[in-house]
C-alpha cells in the first residue's frame, strides 16, 4: 500500500498518490504528517486510482469524533479531493462525508483528476484558511 505525498506551498496542497490496497491507518498517517508539517489548512488531492482493495475502518464514528477534538486544536481542515473510479472508495466517502458535519469536513469523490483540481481550487478560494502553523 504505498503512498506518496507532495506539498505544494504556492497551491496549499498536498498531493497523495495512493497504489494497491488503501487503508484507514495509511490516511491517518497522512493526516498525521499534514498536521505536524503546519499545512492543516492545506487541501488534499487524493488520487487513488490505482487502488485495488479498500481495507475497512473500525468505525468511522471514532474518525469524526477525532476530527472534531483536531479542528477545535488547530481550525478548519482544507477541502479533500479523492480521485477514484471504485463504487468501494465512492461508497466509503460517501459514507464519510454523510456521518461527518461539513464544518469539520469537505469531502468529495471525482472520476477525473483535472475536476477535482477545479473543485479543490474553488473550494481553497473561498474556504476560510487558518494562518500557516510553524
Excluded at 1 to 8: G, K
Excluded at 30 to 42: K, P
Excluded at 87 to 99: F, M, T
Amino acid at each position: 500500500m504505498p503512498l506518496f505525498t507532495w506539498r505544494q506551498d504556492g497551491r496549499r496542497r498536498i498531493l497523495v498518490t495512493a497504489e494497491g490496497e488503501l487503508s484507514f491507518a495509511a490516511v491517518a498517517m497522512v493526516i498525521e504528517g499534514q498536521l505536524e508539517d503546519g499545512a492543516w489548512s492545506y487541501g488534499v488531492l487524493y488520487d487513488a486510482r490505482l487502488v485495488t482493495e479498500v481495507l475497512p475502518a473500525d468505525d468511522l464514528g471514532n474518525w469524526v469524533e477525532k476530527l472534531q477534538t483536531l479542528v477545535s486544536e488547530h481550525g478548519p481542515r482544507g477541502p479533500v479531493a479523492v480521485v477514484t473510479t471504485s463504487p468501494d472508495l465512492r461508497a466509503v466517502i460517501k459514507n464519510y462525508s454523510e456521518q461527518t458535519p461539513e464544518s469539520l469536513l469537505q469531502i468529495q469523490a471525482f472520476d477525473q483528476y483535472e475536476m477535482a483540481e477545479r473543485w479543490l481550487d474553488d473550494e481553497t478560494r473561498v474556504s476560510p484558511c487558518a494562518p500557516p502553523q510553524g
